[in-house]
């Protein structure tokens, strides 16, 4: 479903990505690991169409991502995105900040999108905070308001960065088990994370990035329990 073929991309001189092949299939949960600074991050927002690349190309269900395209935007509401901080608006209700991108962007009614913000929130645990202020709410319930975000815009596949590495300790099981849900239901997710329970338990897929490479990719079992490359080993050892 998403594809990526050699993709290259530079901050000036600085190349980030050095040629990443990658495919994600329609259902399947891949976990990207590797270390801070390797271009997770970067990866992602290529993906969606928040960052331009310079060389080789990604494609969602076999359409180019080109930010300079029309159909660029059409394309970000296929993609959605849950970052590490959960960027609600705070002047907005949960509701309200559910409700935002069906209601301007894909222009749905507002007795529908309501009903939907309501029951993705139910979906996330959070039937009893519709009217909550992200202000008023944890940091694992911001995330899960921000995972029903993404929800809303019917997505084909979500992209998570670090969802839980802003959060205390006590709330990453809360997130985790959300995601782990959407896994269970067979949406289609790419997830940046340094949870190597999580992804060895739910991924279909691990890919080890590391200096603007894929340098090692497999089942998450092979992968996480007997990575073969020496970074990966080097890496594992650090995180776990
Ligand atoms: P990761 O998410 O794996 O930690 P990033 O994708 O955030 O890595 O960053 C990869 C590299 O790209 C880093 O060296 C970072 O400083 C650089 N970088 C990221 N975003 C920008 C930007 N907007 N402008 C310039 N350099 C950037
Ligand atoms: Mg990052």
């Not at 993906?47 to 930010?67: F, H, K, P, W």
């Not at 300790?169 to 849900?181: D, T």
Request: glycine share 6%; hydrophobic share 40%; aromatic share 4%.
């Amino acid at each position: 479903m998403i594809k990526l073929e050699n993709v290259h991309k530079s901050f000036g001189d600085h190349e980030v990505l050095k040629g990443v092949d990658a495919e994600i299939d329609k259902g399947q949960v891949v976990c990207l690991i590797g270390p801070s600074g390797s271009g997770k991050s970067t990866l992602l927002r290529c993906i969606n169409g928040l960052e331009t690349y310079q060389a080789g190309r990604i494609s969602i269900d076999d359409e180019t991502v080109d930010v300079t395209a029309p159909s660029i935007h059409d394309l970000r509401t296929r993609v959605s995105m849950v970052f590490q901080r959960f960027n609600l608006f705070p002047h907005r209700t949960a509701i309200e900040n559910v409700m935002e991108g069906p209601r301007y962007v894909l222009k749905q009614d507002k007795a529908t999108v309501r009903e939907k913000a309501e029951r993705l929130l139910t979906r996330v645990g959070l039937a009893d905070k519709l009217n909550a202020y992200p202000a008023s709410l944890s940091g694992g319930q911001q995330q899960r308001v921000a995972i029903a975000r993404a929800l809303a815009m019917e997505p084909e596949a979500i992209l998570f960065d670090e969802p839980t590495s802003a959060l205390d300790p006590e709330m990453v099981g809360e997130v985790l088990q959300v995601m782990r849900a959407l896994a269970e239901e067979h949406m289609t997710m790419l997830v940046v994370t340094h949870e190597i329970l999580f992804a060895r338990e739910v991924a279909d897929r691990v890919l080890f990035l590391d200096g603007g490479r894929i340098v090692e990719e497999g089942a998450a079992n092979e992968v996480l329990r007997q990575p073969k490359n020496e970074r990966t080993q080097d890496f594992l050892r650090r995180v776990t």
